[in-house]
């Protein structure tokens, strides 16, 4: 399963609270009892906790790209991360380990934000670029893992794979949100971008975040929808071979 989280100062520069960090990794531990890492530099903090099922020994994250300018913590599993390996590799990337997690970085390195139109799979993942100083956050197609994310009282962006981690943030607003309850009780669930805190948000399916440092933080970005073909008969027709389907 895995989970992840992490802090970033969109501001740009300033030490991560670490401990902080550390708490936020440690209210998911549920979510991987194989290990944790961390990553910390100015302006940013990735944390990890891991569920080892894809190259156990080689896995470990956080996970970089060849000279660690590149860093991802990922939930999740690439299904097709085999049949990308030899065109990245063609691209003049080195893999090091079988893990799926390292096709994200290399793609990301060749692509950018189009790297996800080579992904197939089920991911949540944050992604953080030092060259270009940027934070790449991403879900997969059909919403299969969760990622949430929000701004506390002190500017930091805080995101992870559940609220229980951003609970142990003590500046983040904890005011509850109406819409979001009236939708638990009719619903039975909190419909995506919502959650049961105002100040939090869930990314939806097939939506990206890219921030950057010193840039305001933008709104997520959709990347895929479900393709909708026309209908080739008339709604009336279409209408009653459904009935006839039902019934049969």
Not at 143 to 156: I, Q, S
Not at 160 to 182: F, G, H, M, W, Y
Not at 185 to 195: K, V
Request: overall charge neutral; aromatic content about 10%.
């Amino acid at each position: 399963m895995c989970g992840l989280a992490g802090i970033f100062h969109p501001a740009g520069g300033g030490a991560v609270d670490a401990a902080l960090l550390a708490r936020m990794t440690a209210a998911i531990a549920h979510r991987g009892p194989d290990g944790d890492g961390f990553h910390c530099e100015a302006g940013v903090g990735l944390g990890h906790r891991r569920l080892a099922i894809i190259d156990p020994a080689g896995g470990q994250q956080p996970m970089y790209n060849e000279d660690h300018s590149v860093v991802i913590v990922f939930n999740g599993e690439i299904y097709n991360f085999q049949e990308l390996r030899p065109k990245l590799q063609a691209l003049g990337h080195t893999f090091r380990n079988r893990c799926d997690t390292e096709a994200i970085i290399h793609a990301w390195e060749s692509f950018g934000p189009d790297c996800l139109k080579h992904l197939s799979g089920m991911f949540a993942f944050a992604l953080w670029d030092r060259n270009r100083r940027t934070l790449f956050l991403a879900r997969d197609r059909m919403g299969k893992k969760p990622l949430y994310y929000a701004t506390d009282a002190e500017g930091r962006f805080v995101f992870a794979s559940e609220l229980a981690a951003l609970a142990t943030v003590p500046t983040l607003a904890r005011a509850l949100d109406p819409a979001a309850i009236d939708d638990f009780f009719a619903l039975g669930y909190i419909p995506d971008p919502g959650s049961i805190w105002r100040a939090v948000k869930k990314l939806p399916p097939a939506h990206f975040l890219l921030l950057r440092a010193g840039e305001p933080v933008p709104q997520p970005r959709r990347y895929w929808q479900v393709p909708v073909q026309p209908l080739a008969i008339g709604e009336q027709d279409a209408a009653v071979q459904l009935a006839e389907k039902l019934s049969a």
